[in-house]
């Protein structure tokens, strides 16, 4: 069974950047898409990004495309996020989740089989 670890998250200045990470342990990340959300307060949990079991293919939401990178090292069992040119709209709890089907990359939040605990990012105006 996958459990999975969120770190990095950080009160930051707009325009900032931060990288968080996500250390996954088992035997089955290698096989997973992965995929981060995230969730703001009162708010529902929204889609991020999503990176392939190969990591050769990525989907971003369009309200982060062009500022955030999502990769993967499958040796160190990790999915990371890059996340520069920070605004105050991207304040939240941020969730790493494995999707152990077979469909290569998801947005679908009901899709995804395991989910972190998430790590607080705040972005200050």
């Known amino acids: 069974q996958e459990q999975l670890v969120e770190s990095g998250g950080a009160l930051v200045q707009a325009g900032g950047s931060l990288r968080l990470s996500c250390a996954a342990s088992?035997?089955?990340?290698?096989?997973?898409?992965m995929g981060w959300f995230r969730q703001a307060p009162g708010k529902e949990r929204e889609f991020v990004a999503g990176i392939s079991r190969s990591g050769a293919r990525t989907l971003y939401a369009d309200s982060v495309k062009g500022r955030f990178t999502i990769s993967r090292d499958n040796a160190k069992n990790t999915v990371y996020l890059q996340m520069n040119s920070l605004k105050p709209e991207d304040t939240g709890v941020y969730y790493c989740?494995?999707?152990?089907?077979?469909?290569?990359?998801?947005?679908?939040?009901?899709?995804?089989?395991?989910w972190g605990q998430g790590t607080q990012v705040t972005v200050s105006s």
């Open positions: 088992g035997r089955t990340f290698s096989s997973s898409a």
């Open positions: 989740a494995a999707d152990l089907g077979v469909a290569g990359i998801t947005a679908v939040e009901l899709r995804y089989d395991y």
